[in-house]
């Protein structure tokens, strides 16, 4: 890339960054010091405020540019990322949302814990939710050195390294500084930016081909090089049963982890009441359906103006499509067009990049402090305060997630957030589900339900193509695959609802009734909710 599309990109991240931090500043000067105030912004913020901050939230670097990159090079088959994204939030809006609000606090391990033995529940939800939030933090950190290697021509393996390392600073920033009510408005701010920047491609691909979505799909086809194979199901996944089977799973896990992510669920802590977490969550759904109808437009206009072998020439997952779209509708390589429209998309990707991975370090770092510390630390120690071991726990996890970050950066955004959707679907949405709908439930049940799903998750996941014996794996040299499938939310799934009803069935524990008619009635109607 020209050093004009380096220097105006730069700039205007430069100014996102500026204004961000003066937010985190501000809120950081006026904050009390609470927990409620760290982890939930004091429960201040208004339905259509939530609504936005949690678009922002779940609109990520996967789905700004690891989506249209799977439709531009994969065609139909990538639009089942968008499919399971939508879906995804009708599962949340009619189980999860409202019941969540009223019977939390702050974190998952809140609704389970209030008719548990305490301890062993916050150890293992705590660190199921710590695992999903570094996973999907993974996926942030990618589309941060796919950025910036797209920008700086992919002249230097290190400037990829240091950017992956300044945006993980920034995150640890904004969370021990500003907590939710800082994070909070930066996931509005952006959430603003990427519709507007989203909107604009959208026009401008409709207009190129003068609102002829029919000749976009047309042209599209033919510079895939598939021809009407793109268009129809099967030419990632219908290969063979394997990939069938795999298309299968990944579409359970994009459908339900929604449900079971820690950084979606403690948003519906920012609002007071948990009408107006129903009420977030119907604006978000509006937002985001919107979102996605146009990166399906956005992906297609990728295959059809840049090419997918363009696109796969910059960056073999796909990560860099909508850049490179955005640099052509502009007017090409070299015109003051494409720069400005490639500058403003980099930095609108940026923007997305850094609000979301605020939004899961600070759910992480909550999970640790809250769940973990809270229920490791010896009685006879002072205790630390909660807030304080949050922030210390966001320095670590941002550590971790740069490091993995670093390690995973040739794999696509969206296919790397679909293994923390798979994590988060098979050991959180058992044990919540399982403890808002079942009287029997017991301690043993929801601490084998976590590690039941969590494990053969993991487990699936290190023994599968996309660590080992591929030339697309992280070690493409060695090969330990034992498990053919890409995404284990097909067996883990499953295997989490499984772990939780058998450690129920075989524990000596008595369910109390009393306790289960209490969450009952606290979570339909909110009787006694924080």
Known sequence: MTGGHQTLALLLFSGFVAITLGITTWVSRKRHGSAEEFYAGGRLFSPIENGFAISGDYMSAASFLGVPGLIALNGYDGLLYVVGFFVAWLVVLFLVAELVRNCGRFTLADVVAARMSERPVRIAAGTSSVTVSVLYLVAQMVGAGSLVALLLGRSSGAAQAWMVIGVGALMVIYVTLGGMRATTWIQIVKGVLLLCGTVALTVLVLVRFHGDFDRLLITAAERSGEGKAFLAPGLKYGGNWTARLDFISLGLALVLGTAGLPHILSRFYTVPTARAARRSVVWSIGLIGGFYLMTIVLGFGAAAVVGPAAVRGSNAAGNT??????????????????????????????????????????????????????????????????????????????????????????????????????????????????????????????????????????????????????????????????????????????????????????????????????????????????
């Open 321 to 530: 499509a909508v850049p490179l779209l955005a640099l052509d509708l502009g007017g090409g390589a070299g015109s003051t067009g494409g720069t400005v429209l490639f500058a403003v998309v980099a930095a609108v990707a940026f923007a997305t990049i850094l609000a979301v991975v605020a939004g899961i370090t600070l759910a992480s770092s909550a999970s640790v402090a809250h769940d973990l510390y809270a229920s490791l630390r010896r009685p006879d120690r002072k205790a630390r305060s909660e807030v304080a071991v949050a922030r210390f726990a966001a320095v670590g996890i941002g550590v971790v997630a740069i490091a993995l970050g670093l390690l995973a950066r040739d794999l696509n955004v969206a296919f790397l957030v679909g293994l923390a959707f798979a994590a988060a679907a098979s050991a959180n949405l058992p044990v919540l589900l399982y403890s808002l709908f079942w009287g029997g439930f017991t301690t043993r049940g929801a601490v084998w339900a976590v590690y039941g799903g969590l494990v053969p998750a993991l487990g699936l996941v290190l023994l599968s193509p996309v660590v080992s014996g591929s030339p697309g794996s992280l070690f493409p040299d060695v090969d330990f695959q034992y498990f053919p499938l890409q995404n284990p939310g097909i067996v883990s799934i499953p295997l989490g609802f499984l772990a939780g009803w058998l450690g129920t069935v075989t524990s000596d524990e008595v369910a109390d009734e009393a306790k289960f008619a209490e969450t009952e009635v606290r979570s339909l109607t909110g009787a006694g909710a924080v």
